[in-house]
């Protein structure tokens, strides 16, 4: 019994992605690159488990924002919109199962150096987005942030969110994106995080037709 990729190697597993046995070194090599396993799939699971965090060389860091300071304060203060952001990530991977780390980090990239430069010099400057995708996930993230507005307006009579704060939330989840990646082409695995924080379809935090219940501190 060979593995049905590299037809030499003695077959061990069952690959969900094709449907057929593998060698464990198939899989090792193949699974989020060709192979887009279902994220049930114990050997992935087993693999993330087993995986250290990328270190740091490995990270592209220039591309983290590294000027943007996040400290623990900024974390407690806006845990609300992380929350409310994270949620609208979790609900565009899950309206769109081909959605992949990969287009989260991207999406969140181009709105941050929206609001870098809107932060900074009082400028709208749209970076143009790359695919239909990407402008899906930044729409719902930016609609995110305006609900997240109209409920401040609606509880404190202003709005008190800067420009420079939604900069450093969408930075802190750049960042998480690009840790918690395993920087494989189809990789999946800041987004099952994200869903595993979201597990319902309907979370009280903060639901698209609920934007009254995001909890203004
Ligand atoms: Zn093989």
């Known amino acids: 019994m060979s593995c049905q990729i590299c037809e030499k190697r003695r077959e061990k597993r069952f690959c969900p992605a094709i449907g057929g046995r593998i060698s ?5 090599e ?9 994220s049930e799939c114990v050997y992935l699971q ?8 990328r270190p ?6 220039a591309a983290m924002f590294p000027r943007v300071e996040i400290g623990d304060q900024f974390l407690y203060e806006q845990e609300h919109l992380l929350l409310g952001l994270s949620y609208s990530l979790a609900r565009s991977a899950r309206a769109d199962r081909s959605i992949r780390d990969s287009d989260l980090i991207a999406a969140l990239s181009s709105l941050a150096r929206s609001y870098e430069t809107l932060a900074n010099s009082g400028l709208h400057y749209e970076v143009p987005v790359a695919s239909l995708t990407h402008q899906t996930i930044a729409a719902d993230i ?31 989840l750049l960042r998480m994106g690009m840790t918690r990646t395993s920087g494989r082409l189809k990789s999946r695995a800041f987004i099952d ?14 639901a698209p037709d609920e934007a009254s219940r995001i909890i203004v501190p």
């Open 142 to 172: 930016q609609q995110m942030v305006k609900e997240y507005h109209e409920a401040e307006q609606k509880h404190t009579g202003y709005t008190r969110l800067r420009d420079s704060e939604v900069l450093r939330a969408l930075v802190f």
């Open 30 to 38: 193949q699974r989020e690159v060709t192979l887009d396993g279902p």
């Open 24 to 28: 464990p070194q198939c899989c090792g």
């Open 46 to 53: 087993q693999a993330r488990d087993h995986e250290k965090p």
């Open 56 to 61: 740091l060389e490995q990270l592209d860091t």
């Open 193 to 206: 995080f994200l869903l595993s924080q979201f597990p319902g379809q309907s979370s009280a935090i903060a």
